[in-house]
Each structure stands twice: as C-alpha cells, then as structure tokens.
C-alpha cells in the first residue's frame, strides 16, 4: 500500500510562499494523478491543483497563477510551490492519489492522511 506524507505547512505573512511536499512510499504514479486538496475551517474540502502522469496540471481558479505543481519521479515526491499566498489560502492541505480523467474531472482513489498545516496571517 503507497502511503503519502505531507510535509512543508507552516505560518508564512500574505504575499510570501511555501514549498509544500508530499512523498510516497513507492511510485506516486501507482494511479494515474496526484492531487493537493485543501480545507479551510468551516469550508468544504476543495482540489487545489493536480498533476497528471504525463506532466499535465490542473489547477483551481482561486490559485491559478499563484500555485505550482511539480514531481520529482526519483524521489516519489509531489510538490506543491506557493506564492503571494494570501490569507484565504489558509487551510490544511492534502495530497492524495487518484485518477484524473480528460474530461477535468479528479477521483481520490486513497486514504486522507493528516495533512499539513498552512497558515497566511500577518
């Protein structure tokens, strides 16, 4: 069974950025995506960005611009590179494994871990 780990959360001023990582245990392409969710308090948990096994990405329009997706396939690790981060980005990130079709559309397919911890607050 692939575990995920998310690492790289913290408390960071608007406008500054954060790396956030998630690592598998084995190949994170076992499925054919991996997705960074987030839930802010009292918000319903939201598909931020996705990464695709051919490189595509996806993204919310709410972080359009200011989020990236990467992988690093050597290392079985997804990356989550945010900027002019603002405090309604506030929330506790998840990445998780799925299927992500042509169609647009993002199937978890794992277990949600603990997440990380992001906090934009001056």
């Known amino acids: 069974q692939v575990q995920l780990v998310e690492s790289g959360g913290g408390l960071v001023q608007p406008g500054g950025s954060l790396r956030l990582s998630c690592a598998a245990s084995?190949?994170?392409?076992?499925?054919?995506?991996i997705g960074w969710y987030r839930q802010a308090p009292g918000k319903e948990r939201e598909l931020a960005a996705a990464i695709i096994s051919g490189s595509s990405t996806k993204y919310a329009d709410s972080v359009k611009g200011r989020f990236t997706i990467s992988r690093d396939d050597a290392k079985n690790t997804v990356f989550l590179q945010m900027k002019s981060l603002k405090p309604e980005d506030t929330a506790v990130y998840y990445c998780m494994r799925g299927y992500y079709s042509s169609k647009g559309s993002f199937t978890p397919a794992g277990s949600w871990g603990q997440g990380t911890q992001v906090t934009v607050s001056s």
């Open positions: 084995a190949s994170i392409f076992s499925m054919n995506a």
